[in-house]
Nanobody, 122 residues
Framework: QVQLVESGGGLVQAGGSLRLSCEAS????????MYWYRQAPGKQRELVAT???????TYADSVKGRFTISRDNAKNTVYLQMNSLKPEDTAVYYC????????????????WGQGTHLTVSS
C-alpha cells in the first residue's frame, strides 16, 4: 500500500523560510501529478501547488513568487520551498497523489499524507 509522509513543518517567524518534504513509499513504479494543499484553522482545505511528472508547476495566487514546488522522481519525493512566510500561511500542509502505479501493476488513487503543521509568527 502506498503511503505519503510529510515532514519539515514547524514554527518560523514572518519573513522566514522553510522546506516541506513529502516522501512516498510502497513499491512505487510511477506517481503522476502531485499536489500540496493546506488547511488553516476554521477554513477549507485549499490547493497550494501542483507539479506534473514533466515538471510543470502551478501555484495558488496567494503563494506565487514565494513558494516553489519541486520533485525528485528517483526518491519519490515532492518538496515545497516556502520563502517570505506570512502569518496567513499558518496551516496544516498536506501532500496528495491522485494516482500512483505500483511495481505490481496496481493503481492506487487519491492518497493523502497525515499533514505537517506550519506556524508563522508575526
Amino acid at each position: 500500500q502506498v503511503q505519503l509522509v510529510e515532514s519539515g513543518g514547524g514554527l518560523v517567524q514572518a519573513g522566514g523560510s522553510l522546506r516541506l518534504s513529502c516522501e512516498a513509499s510502497g513499491s512505487i513504479l510511477s506517481i503522476f501529478t502531485m499536489y500540496w494543499y493546506r488547511q488553516a484553522p476554521g477554513k477549507q482545505r485549499e490547493l497550494v501547488a501542483t507539479m506534473t511528472t514533466a515538471g510543470v508547476a502551478t501555484y495558488a495566487d496567494s503563494v506565487k513568487g514565494r513558494f516553489t514546488i519541486s520533485r525528485d522522481n528517483a526518491k519519490n519525493t515532492v518538496y515545497l520551498q516556502m520563502n517570505s512566510l506570512k502569518p496567513e500561511d499558518t496551516a496544516v500542509y498536506y501532500c496528495n497523489a491522485p494516482r500512483v502505479v505500483t511495481i505490481r501493476g496496481r493503481t492506487e488513487y487519491d492518497i493523502w499524507g497525515q499533514g505537517t503543521h506550519l506556524t508563522v509568527s508575526s
